[in-house]
């Protein structure tokens, strides 16, 4: 699966944003997708995962209770819902799948398909 990630941009503390993930493909509803985000000098951390259908979901601690996870299989999309958002949460956001991996999985290397990345910035 092809991945297509949308939706970055500059917000101020406290402010919300939606990035998007699109797939190309139609097996698209058999992956595991998550999020993940790198900043500058650091390594690339796990933000969000869902299962297949959507109903299970697992966040990092970091983001829980400020960001929610969800995806449409009808649209072959993937959406992060990120409010009161904060400094520290400026990164480049990349989505990811796998046919194989579990949404509990917070290693980059347990996806296969990674995204381009889409930029947040919070300003303080």
């Known amino acids: 699966v092809q991945l297509q990630a949308s939706g970055g941009g500059l917000v101020q503390t406290g402010g919300s944003l939606r990035l998007s993930c699109a797939a190309s493909?139609?097996?698209?509803?058999?992956?595991?997708m998550g999020w993940f985000r790198q900043a500058p000098g650091k390594e690339r951390e796990f933000v969000a995962a869902?299962?297949?259908?959507?109903?299970?979901?697992n966040y990092a601690d970091s983001v829980k209770g400020r960001f929610t996870i969800s995806r449409d299989n009808a649209r072959n999309t993937m959406y992060l819902q990120m409010d009161s958002l904060r400094p520290e949460d400026t990164a480049t956001y990349y989505c990811?799948?796998?046919?194989?991996?579990?949404?509990?999985?917070?290693?980059?290397?347990?996806?296969?398909?990674w995204g381009q990345g889409t930029l947040v910035t919070v300003s303080s």
């Open positions: 869902l299962d297949f259908s959507g109903r299970r979901k």
């Open positions: 990811a799948a796998d046919a194989t991996s579990s949404y509990y999985n917070k290693s980059p290397g347990g996806y296969s398909s």
């Open positions: 493909g139609r097996t698209f509803s058999n992956h595991v």
